[in-house]
C-alpha cells in the first residue's frame, strides 16, 4: 500500500492538489471532445448534397443521341475538337440563366475547334423545343431517352457541363451554371489537355 | 389417366418455372437496388426512391442482369459513374474499416466499462454496509462494546486508505471518491460518538476517531440519501419536460416537403418562414407587400429588398415580389438575376404584366435581345386593356421591330469588322528599379475599360502567363470578355503583374502600370506600358 498508512490519521492523509486533478480531466475531456467537436465543424464546411464525380481524367464514356433536328450525333465522330458537353432541362431555372451565355459563347467559339453539345434530360420533347426556340439555342441539341445517358455521365444536377478534350479524356466538369470566364479558360485548357481535378461549382438544381 | 396428366404438369413445371424466374430476377433487381444510394432522394436506396432517375436505374439493372452481369459488376458500374457515395454500406476497405469496426469497439468499451463500475459500486457497497448482518454480529450491532468500536475504527480508516489509493490509482472518479469518503467520514463520527458514550473521558479511549473540524463535521454529517433523492426527483423532471418539448414542439414543426429544396422543419429553427410553429399569416404577407411597394416607390432599395425577401419567405411563389425583385435588380445593373426573377414570375403566373413589362424592356435595353423583348411585349399588348399604357407598349413593339430589321442588314458588316480589327496594341516593359521585385512566375493581365463607363467589367482582358519582358502584346476581339460587346470610343489600358495568378484579387507586391496617355482610340497602335507601381 501507500507510504500514509504510516500517518496513522486517514483523513489527514495527502490528497494531490485538487487543481491539478481538474486539470487532468479537462485535457483528457478537451483531448475527446475537441476532435469531435473539430469534425463536426468539417462537416459543416461540406455541401452534403454534393456527389464528387470519379470521371474526370477519365475516357469519356461514349454516348449517341438523336438531335432534335433528327440527326444522330455521336461523341467518337467528335475527336480532334473539344467538346463542350451540357446537361439540361427545360423545368431547370439555372438552365435558364446560363443558356444566353453558352449560345453567346458558341457563337463567339464555334469556327474554331471546339463543339458545344446539349443533352436534354428527363424532359418533354415540346417543352425542350420551346425552350431552344427561346434562347435562340443553334449548336447541337439532342434529348436523352432513356435516361441512360445521364447515368453514364453521373449527372445528378442541371444544368451540369463537362469538357472533354480533343483525345476523348474529361477534363473539367462544372455542377451549375459556369459563368463566361470559366467557359472560355476551361476550352483553352482542353486544348491542351491539361486535367482539372476540383469541380466547378454554380447553382444547380437536382434532377428528378 | 396418368399419362393425360403428363403433358399439363410439364406445361405447368415450365410455367412455372418461367414466373419463377421472372420472380427472382425482380427479387435480384430490388435487392441491388436496395444497396445503391439514389442521386435525388440521397437518404433514400434507388430501390425505395419514386424519383425519375431511381426508375432509370433500376431499368438498367435489370437490363444488366438479363445480359448475365453478376451483381458486383452492376454495382461497380454504378460506382464508376457516381463514386463510392452511391453504395449505402461503404466497403470495407482501407479508411472505411474504421466505420465498419469503430461502432464493436466501441459498444465492447462500453459494456467492459458499465461492467467494471458495477462490480466496484457493488462491492463498495457490501463491504461499507455496517448493519449487513454478515458483517456484524447481531449484539454486536445492538449494544457496542468498546473493543468492537475500536475494531470498527480500524476498519473504517483501512477502507478510507483503499479509497484514497483507489481515487490516486484512477479507478475512482472524483465525485464518487468524494461521496464515499463523506460516507465513510460520517460512519466515523457515528462510531467516535458511540465509543465516547461508552468511555466519558477521551483519554481512555483506545483509538481516537479522526479528529474532524467541527465546521466541516457539521457540513458533512448531513445525511447523503437526502441529496441524492433530491437530484433524482430534479433529474426525472427534466427529462420529462425535455420529452414533451421535443415531442410537442417538434412534431408541431414538421410538415411535408413542398420541393426537394425545402427542409423538413420550414424555417422554424430559424424562427421565420412558412410551416413552423410561427405561421405567417395572410395579413403579414400583405403589411410586407405594402412596405415593400412604398419602400420601392421611395427608391429605398434595401428596405424595398428586405419587405419582398420576407414576402417571398412567406409565399415562395408569389409573382408580385418576385417581379419586384427583378425590377430592383434592373436598377442595381444585374440584369441576369433581374431576368430570372421576371422568369420565375412568370413561371408562376405566365400573364403578370408587370413581369411581361420589366422582362421586355430588360431584354430591349439590356440585353438588346430585339425579337425576345418583341415576343414578350406582344404577349403583354394581348392582355392588356386599351389606354394610354397600352399605346406606349405599342409604341416600343414598333420600334423594336424596326430595330430588328436593322439589325439583320447590318449584323454581317459588323461580324465582319470585329473579327479583323485589333483593339490596341504595344510593348509591356518593367521598371528597371522595380526589377528585383520580379521573383518566381507571375501572370501579365493587361485589362481595357470603357473610357465612358467606371463601374462593371472590363471590356477586355488578356492574359500571358510567366512573361518574359519587355512583352508585346495586342488586344484583339478574342480577349472579349463578355463576346458579342463591340468596341468603339475610347478604351484605357492597364498592366497587372499579378502573382498568384488571380485577377480579381490584389495582393501586395503586385506591380501596376497604365499607359501615360489613357485614354486611347480603339485601334492604336504603340500604346507602351511600364509597370512602374508597387501595390
Known amino acids: 500500500m501507500m507510504d500514509d498508512k504510516k500517518s496513522g490519521d486517514p483523513l489527514t492523509s495527502i490528497l494531490p492538489p485538487r487543481s491539478a486533478l481538474r486539470w487532468r480531466r479537462l485535457l483528457i475531456t478537451c483531448l475527446i471532445v475537441v476532435p469531435l467537436l473539430g469534425l463536426l465543424a468539417f462537416g459543416f464546411t461540406r455541401d452534403a448534397r454534393y456527389i464528387s464525380s470519379p470521371l474526370i481524367g477519365q475516357r469519356a464514356p461514349d454516348l449517341t443521341v438523336r438531335l432534335f433536328n433528327g440527326d444522330e450525333i455521336n461523341l467518337g465522330q467528335l475527336r480532334g475538337k473539344v467538346v463542350f458537353l451540357n446537361f439540361w432541362a427545360s423545368w431547370c431555372l439555372p438552365c435558364r440563366t446560363e443558356a444566353r451565355e453558352l449560345e453567346a459563347a458558341w457563337r463567339s467559339l464555334k469556327d474554331k475547334d471546339v463543339i458545344f453539345l446539349g443533352i436534354d434530360i428527363q424532359d418533354r420533347e415540346e417543352d425542350a423545343k420551346a425552350f431552344l426556340r427561346e434562347f435562340h439555342v443553334t449548336y447541337p441539341n439532342g434529348r436523352d431517352l432513356s435516361g441512360k445517358v445521364a447515368v453514364e455521365y453521373g449527372v445528378w444536377g442541371v444544368p451540369e457541363t463537362f469538357i472533354i478534350d480533343p483525345t476523348g479524356t474529361i477534363t473539367y466538369k462544372h455542377v451549375g451554371t459556369p459563368g463566361n470566364e470559366i467557359i472560355s479558360v476551361k476550352i483553352q485548357e482542353a486544348r491542351t489537355g491539361l486535367v482539372t481535378a476540383k469541380e466547378g461549382k454554380g447553382s444547380y438544381q437536382p434532377i428528378r | 389417366m396418368g399419362r393425360r396428366l403428363i403433358p399439363a404438369v410439364i406445361f405447368m413445371l415450365f410455367a412455372a418455372n418461367a ?59 454504378f460506382v464508376s459513374k457516381y463514386g463510392q457515395w452511391v453504395l449505402l454500406a461503404p466497403t470495407p476497405q482501407g479508411f472505411n474499416l474504421v466505420l465498419w469496426i469503430l461502432p464493436f469497439v466501441a459498444s465492447g468499451a462500453g459494456v467492459v466499462l458499465v461492467l467494471f463500475t458495477i462490480r466496484r459500486r457493488a462491492k463498495n457497497k457490501r463491504k ?36 484514497d489509493f483507489d481515487f490516486h490509482s484512477g479507478r475512482l472518479s472524483e465525485a464518487d471518491y468524494r461521496e464515499l469518503r463523506k460516507e ?129 419567405a412567406i409565399d415562395p411563389n408569389h409573382p408580385e415580389a418576385h417581379t419586384y425583385m427583378g425590377f430592383i435588380l434592373t436598377q442595381a445593373g444585374h440584369p441576369d438575376g433581374a431576368l430570372l426573377a421576371f422568369d420565375r414570375a412568370l413561371s408562376i403566373n405566365p400573364d403578370f404584366p408587370a413581369a411581361l413589362w420589366g422582362k421586355g424592356m430588360l431584354l430591349y435595353r439590356v440585353k438588346e435581345d430585339f425579337s425576345g423583348a418583341r415576343q414578350t411585349l406582344e404577349k403583354l399588348v394581348r392582355i392588356m386593356p386599351t389606354g394610354p399604357e397600352r399605346n406606349e407598349v405599342q409604341k416600343t413593339i414598333l420600334e423594336l421591330s424596326q430595330l430588328a430589321g436593322k439589325e439583320q442588314e447590318s449584323g454581317s458588316k459588323t461580324e465582319a469588322n470585329r473579327q479583323s480589327s485589333v483593339l490596341v496594341g504595344g510593348v509591356i516593359s518593367i521598371d528597371p528599379k522595380l526589377k528585383t521585385q520580379v521573383d518566381g512566375p507571375a501572370v501579365l493581365f493587361i485589362i481595357a475599360r470603357s473610357a465612358s463607363s467606371s463601374g462593371g467589367p472590363p471590356l477586355a482582358v488578356r492574359r500571358i502567363d510567366q512573361p518574359k519582358f519587355p512583352v508585346s502584346y495586342s488586344l484583339g476581339p478574342e480577349n472579349v470578355m463578355i463576346p458579342g460587346t463591340t468596341f468603339s470610343g475610347k478604351v484605357s489600358i492597364v498592366a497587372r503583374l499579378d502573382k498568384d495568378g488571380n485577377p480579381t484579387t490584389r495582393e501586395p507586391g503586385n506591380l501596376t502600370g497604365e499607359y501615360k496617355k489613357n485614354p486611347v482610340e480603339v485601334g492604336a497602335e504603340k500604346i507602351d506600358i511600364v509597370l512602374d507601381q508597387v501595390m
Open chain 2, 19 to 77: 414466373a419463377a424466374q421472372q420472380q427472382d430476377l425482380e427479387e435480384q433487381v430490388q435487392k441491388i437496388a436496395s444497396e445503391l444510394r439514389c442521386p435525388v432522394c440521397q437518404n433514400l436506396s434507388t430501390g425505395d426512391s419514386p424519383s425519375e432517375l431511381a426508375q432509370e436505374m433500376r431499368q438498367m439493372i435489370l437490363s444488366q442482369l438479363q445480359e448475365g452481369k453478376t451483381p458486383e459488376e452492376i454495382k461497380a458500374y
Open chain 2, 128 to 163: 461499507h454496509d455496517p448493519t449487513t448482518p454478515s458483517e456484524l454480529p447481531f449484539e454486536v450491532a445492538l449494544k457496542p462494546t468498546r473493543a468492537s468500536l475500536s475494531e470498527e475504527q480500524l476498519k473504517l480508516s483501512a477502507e478510507l486508505e483503499e479509497l
Open chain 2, 184 to 312: 465513510i467520514e460520517a460512519r466515523a463520527v457515528e462510531v467516535r460518538k458511540k465509543a465516547d458514550s461508552l468511555a466519558p473521558s477521551p483519554s481512555q479511549a483506545p483509538i481516537s476517531a479522526p479528529p474532524i473540524p467541527p465546521a466541516r463535521k457539521a457540513r458533512e454529517v448531513r445525511p447523503a440519501t437526502g441529496r441524492k433523492n433530491w437530484q433524482l426527483v430534479s433529474g426525472g423532471l427534466f427529462l420529462l419536460l425535455f420529452g414533451i418539448t421535443l415531442g410537442v414542439f417538434l412534431s408541431n414543426s414538421l410538415r411535408p416537403r413542398e420541393s426537394t429544396q425545402d427542409t423538413l422543419t420550414g424555417d422554424f429553427l430559424t424562427g421565420t418562414g412558412p410551416g413552423g410553429v410561427a405561421a405567417s399569416s395572410k395579413s403579414e404577407l400583405d403589411s410586407f407587400l405594402a412596405q415593400g411597394r412604398s419602400a420601392f416607390e421611395r427608391h429605398d432599395w434595401p428596405q424595398a429588398i428586405e419587405a419582398f425577401k420576407k414576402t417571398l
